[in-house]
Nanobody, 127 residues
Framework: QVQLVESGGGMVQAGGSLRLSCAAS????????MGWFRQAPGKEREFVAA????????KYLDSVKGRFTISRDNAKNTVYLQMNSLKPEETAVYYC????????????????????WGQGTQVTVSS
């Protein structure tokens, strides 16, 4: 069965950095597109970043461009989200998600486009 396990969350001051990891098992990782999403209390889950199967194509939420970087290591079945210059309003539970497909470089941003989800990791940014 597919499992996605996020780690690396925690508490950081505004302007600080965190690196999230998502370890995948039960799937052929290199055949999956991966995404990072976040959900703050009382808000809907929103897209943050996505990457295609090879890592050659990425997409970001406009507000995180230049500060966040998504990457993957197919040999380790892991996707990462490097987050720099964090802001208090980015406090949320961060989730990774997986969608099968390697036929193109297209990446997906919609919550409903992903088939598998991790349980999330809390990121708290204090002011």
């Amino acid at each position: 069965q597919v499992q996605l396990v996020e780690s690396g969350g925690g508490m950081v001051q505004a302007g600080g950095s965190l690196r999230l990891s998502c370890a995948a098992s039960g799937l052929t990782f290199s055949s999956y597109r991966m995404g990072w999403f976040r959900q703050a209390p009382g808000k809907e889950r929103e897209f943050v970043a996505a990457i295609n199967w090879s890592g050659s194509s990425t997409k970001y939420l406009d507000s995180v461009k230049g500060r966040f970087t998504i990457s993957r290591d197919n040999a380790k079945n892991t996707v990462y989200l490097q987050m720099n210059s964090l802001k208090p309003e980015e406090t949320a539970v961060y989730y990774c998600a997986a969608r099968p497909g390697y036929s193109s470089n297209y990446v997906y941003t919609a919550v409903g486009s992903y088939d598998y989800w991790g349980q999330g990791t809390q990121v708290t940014v204090s002011s």
